[in-house]
């Protein structure tokens, strides 16, 4: 994997950073966007490029509505020359019960969450097509079933699944594209309640929550060892599915 590249959205933090670390640590270049988060994402340039010279850089963007997409990716493109890999992680996770359903949050949650995935893998088609790349996107197993109040994000999702299957279909046989859905890995940052980490544990089969390097592993895996692997949704999660 020497001298390939992947891009990482919201790479700054939590799963993307284990991500990009993992991939780092398997000979690959790594490209960052964050967003809000520079100083995470600036410690994480320097820890890379610490180990390995010119390994790291990252890009700030905001994945918002009218977007010049075709310039970020022109920008994107030049600060390594290629790209090798793009794995669509940034995304966007709160409630939205029917009574908070509102054009913000719609546009928020769906421009991050399926939005940028589609334009991104558009304006880099050319790209991954010559470089013989992939593309990952992070799901997330609550795809089906749905998570109780959480109408917006379950279709982001819903609709990240469907369009992985799409380009999966529409961009072969030059470009693989797959899903990886964590299961219970990190908990939001928000979200404090013992009781209801413990009631979402019991429902494991591997009665514990996964790691950051539990999905880094998986997207590893496809991104590196399978060739003839292209349009699945791989559930990392403990088995979590067997029980919802
Ligand atoms: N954590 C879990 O257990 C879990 C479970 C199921 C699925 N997942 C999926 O796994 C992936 C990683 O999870 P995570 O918990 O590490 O993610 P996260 O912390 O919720 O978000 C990752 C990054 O996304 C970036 N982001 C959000 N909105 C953005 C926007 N509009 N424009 C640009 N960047 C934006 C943020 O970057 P900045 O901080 O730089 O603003 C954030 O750090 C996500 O796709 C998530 O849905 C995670």
């Known amino acids: 994997m020497m001298n390939k590249v992947v891009l990482i959205t919201g790479g700054a933090r ?6 990009a670390n993992y991939l780092h ?3 690959m270049n790594i490209l960052i966007t964050y967003s809000k988060s520079a100083s995470a994402a600036r410690a994480l340039k320097k820890s890379l490029n610490s180990k390995r010279e ?29 790209i090798d890999y793009l794995i669509n992680n940034a995304s966007k996770f709160y409630p939205t019960k029917i009574n908070d359903v509102s054009e913000k ?29 992939a593309i990952i996107n992070i799901i997330d197993i609550h795809v089906e079933p749905p998570l109780k109040d959480h109408i917006i994000y379950n279709i982001s999702k819903a609709g990240l699944l469907a369009l992985t299957r799409s380009l999966a279909k529409d961009l072969a046989p030059h ?9 219970a890995i990190m908990w939001p ?15 494991i089969p591997m009665r514990s929550t996964g790691e950051p390097l539990d999905i880094a592993k998986a997207i590893f895996f496809l ?14 999660d403990g088995g979590r599915r067997l029980n919802m």
């Open 14 to 19: 939590r799963i993307g950073a284990e991500t």
């Open 25 to 27: 640590s398997k000979g």
């Open 54 to 82: 010119k390994s790291c850089e990252i890009y700030r963007v905001e994945f918002k509505s009218n977007l010049n997409y075709k310039k970020v990716t022109n920008d994107i493109l030049k600060i390594f020359g290629r």
């Open 105 to 133: 949050v719609w546009l928020d949650t769906i421009d991050t969450n399926i939005k940028a995935p589609l334009f991104l893998s558009k304006h880099l088609f050319s790209e991954l097509k010559k470089r013989k790349g």
């Open 175 to 183: 470009i693989r594209v797959n899903g990886v859905s964590p299961g």
């Open 189 to 203: 940052e928000s979200d404090s309640s013992k009781k209801k980490k413990l009631d979402i544990i019991s429902k």
């Open 223 to 236: 991104l590196n060892s399978a060739p003839y692997i292209t349009g699945q949704n791989i559930n990392v």
